[in-house]
């Protein structure tokens, strides 16, 4: 980076916030992808006018600009891939501005960790759902970016569903508000909307309203063992058309039950054909009684072989143990995990899985699955044996392909998580026709007409 | 219209479905509004095709296209200001093409009136929540492209909550999919998102994807009166605070509760300060039982003075009653009413209503207010006491701009229903920045860069 960038930077945020060194680079040169590019930059601005002071100048010298969160993304959305500055919120704009306990909303910066809102807001008896898995590290602003899901989306739906207002910056350095801590407000187009999910490239968000609400005070767990997916996914489907919608509805497939049944030696049936767990609750426990009356009718109506609710927190904890160690135990079919996020309508579940089935069997992967079947959200694992096996790898990202493929060919999408960034860029074509493209792609340049926010991700 | 025009949109659409005679000009010619623009003609496309092609010729002869619901909207987007072709789908395109009862989700097109999709999918047990006061004769078209409210959305949410996915067509005749029968979808930008509540402006909405959720089983309506808006501001916030969210919690001002009272003599408190109206649902009576009880505890802590359950439906339908009837009661204040759905964060109501009261004071109108406390959405009415009186009528609409300014500077917005149009165009300005228009207008030319599409509405 030229040198009179450099000082413009360090004279407008002080040497200690505008980083040119290669420590600082290659520390914000990475994320959860585990691949690396060089930013020429690292800038930590202290507020929403130092954001527009740094876009201002970039957008006039062609600088590109990235804005970045923890750096936990799946998809490399935060990459510096053409270098650049990054943009960090992670020291100075990480605070929780206000809990506005008469309208039930949050005003945070979008540094904040997901995780420090919910454990504030928990303090006042009220509730911020979208838990993403890497709620402990992944801020705000990334979350919105990325539009993360997480476990509760069955229930609680997503990212989007709670944000009512934005304040960001335009990469002419304008700053604009989307929204309003209203619920309803049709003054204009819908701002917000399609600033969350843009992954940081269309404006820079400074600032974000949140929805928040009452924190259920009961929560019950309960686990059907399945012969079938098919017997699962109809256990599901009744479970919702009666009018219970847990909290998660989670499934395992038979490739994860036997991996963790091999580590963990926990006593699950490496016969059967998928597990669910569910998590309801509520308010009252009448309710809650009566929700899981209904789901047990559905599990048995569907063939369950093997029904359990949870007793205590310590038998709940039992149940999810499987759950949450799926990840971490599918490792013995693979030392590379190729995982996608895909999602398809809820009843598309059992062909996706046996066309997943006939992938495997295909390309000579096993390809355990597990997920969010509440929401249709399914984990695939394309587990590569050998890492260093340049072949084997090819091969897999070719089942990959495949497996996009039939997700498309379901009605499902490339991510209902993760986003796009450069990770899945490549497969937009399957998804999208060109007419769309396009249109995205004109729809960037409204707002970022030089392409200097976050350029050349999402396939554009 | 020239007629190699007329001609060809008869050639493409059969005499039968392309009309340019002053009879049809004429009766598409209004909305809600009262006001009149004659259209240079009236097409009814059979089919996504059709409109494919209306578009692509529209768009390179530059003739402006007006799509057009049920004509029931009260800022006047439905209105040819400046000719063209209305596009109306009441003819053809009025289907529900598909009840999907296994992932819940309704597929529609544009001209499906709201009440019938409730009637169709109450048959499943399921249930489409977005009820706007038109819902018996508006179009679920018209609802996603102003986002429509309703009653129950301090609970269920409105219009854009239930939209999954659309179809629709570009002024240049491309046809694009936008969003998925999925939960979760975060490939590429949220184009649905953008879509809703653009008034028609950005493309033709073709096809509607929307999200059912199983119909509650029991319903319960409370009633509590109280001396104060305070006090029943602060009931609201209590009962939501502590986890109960009513489907719907309206209420009346004094004007309002005066007025009903002289027309109807059903008993009303003239005294009182506020009444409040609540619903509550649920699949389980204990639960209900239960947020009644919180609910009426609620009530009690903010100093409710008269607090009643109602026992059956046709004492529910005595307090519904009320607000049923309040819009034609408040007529006795004047013979002109300039309503407007404004909306501010709930805990400023309040501050609105003795803003809105002082407004009325300063203005010599009596300025009645009624609505949804449990979102802050208020239908205030300047009410002027002699419509042809044009110094009066003028100071009207005086009050009516002070009324937006309060708004605005509570955090609130314009309008939380009925969208800008043509009537709150003028008001814009006093709600969005040079930024934030131009924003829009950039929006609007990455979709229509000829500026076919229902131009020059919102202020744009």
């Not at 030229?2 to 040169?29: C, M, T």
Request: some cysteine; proline content about 4%.
């Amino acid at each position: 980076m030229q040198e009179i960038h450099q000082k413009f930077f360090q004279d407008l945020l002080g040497v200690e916030n505008a980083h040119f060194d290669p420590i600082h680079k290659r520390a914000y040169s990475y994320d959860a992808t585990k691949k690396h590019y060089l930013p020429d930059g690292v800038l930590f601005p202290r507020d929403e006018n130092d954001i527009s002071q740094i876009l201002k100048y970039c957008n006039e010298n062609k600088i590109i600009v990235i804005p970045r969160g923890s750096g936990s993304g799946f998809t490399g959305g935060s990459l510096a891939i053409n270098g650049g500055v990054v943009l960090s919120f992670e020291k100075h704009m990480n605070k929780i501005l206000e809990i506005d306990l008469e309208n039930l909303v949050a005003v945070v910066q979008p540094g904040v960790i997901n995780v420090a809102l919910q454990e504030k807001v928990k303090e006042y008896g009220l509730f911020y759902p979208p838990d993403p898995a890497s709620m402990e590290y992944s801020s705000l602003g990334g979350n919105v970016s990325e539009n993360a899901g997480g476990m509760r989306a069955a229930k609680y739906g997503i990212t989007k569903d709670y944000v009512m207002a934005l304040r960001a910056v335009l990469p002419n350095g304008e700053i604009i508000r989307a929204g309003k801590k209203t619920i309803k407000d049709v003054a204009g187009y819908n701002l917000a909307g399609i600033l969350i999910a843009s992954e940081g490239s269309l404006a820079v968000l400074s600032e974000i309203t949140l929805k928040l609400v009452a924190l259920p005070k009961f929560k019950k767990t309960a686990m059907g063992i399945f012969n079938s997916i098919d017997d699962a996914m109809n256990a599901v489907y009744k479970t919702l058309a009666k009018g219970v919608t847990p909290v998660s509805m989670e499934f395992l497939d038979q490739l994860s039950i036997q991996a963790l049944e091999q580590k963990f030696q926990k006593g699950l049936p490496i016969d059967a054909g998928a597990i669910l767990i569910a998590d309801v609750d509520g308010n009252v426990e009448e309710a809650i009684e009566a929700d899981l009356k209904i789901l047990q009718e559905s599990f048995y109506e569907s063939g369950v072989r093997e029904f359990k609710i949870a007793k205590d927190e310590q038998e709940a904890a039992d149940i999810w143990f499987a759950r949450r160690n799926c990840s971490q135990s599918i490792v013995m079919y693979g030392n590379l995990k190729l995982n996608e996020d895909i999602t398809v309508p809820r009843s598309k579940l059992p062909e996706l899985l046996k066309g997943i089935a006939e992938i495997s069997k295909k390309y000579g992967f096993k390809i355990p699955c597990f997920g969010h079947t509440g929401d249709g959200n399914v984990h695939t694992n394309v587990m590569v044996s050998d890492k260093n096996n340049p072949e084997l790898v090819k091969k897999g990202y070719e089942a990959v392909e495949e497996v996009f493929k039939l997700t498309v060919s379901l009605g499902g999408t490339l991510s209902g998580e993760h986003g796009i960034g450069i990770s899945k860029a490549p497969f937009m074509k399957l998804a999208f026709s060109e007419a769309e493209m396009n249109l995205m792609r004109n729809i960037k340049k409204a707002f970022d007409p030089n392409n200097i926010l976050n350029p050349f991700k999402m396939g554009l």
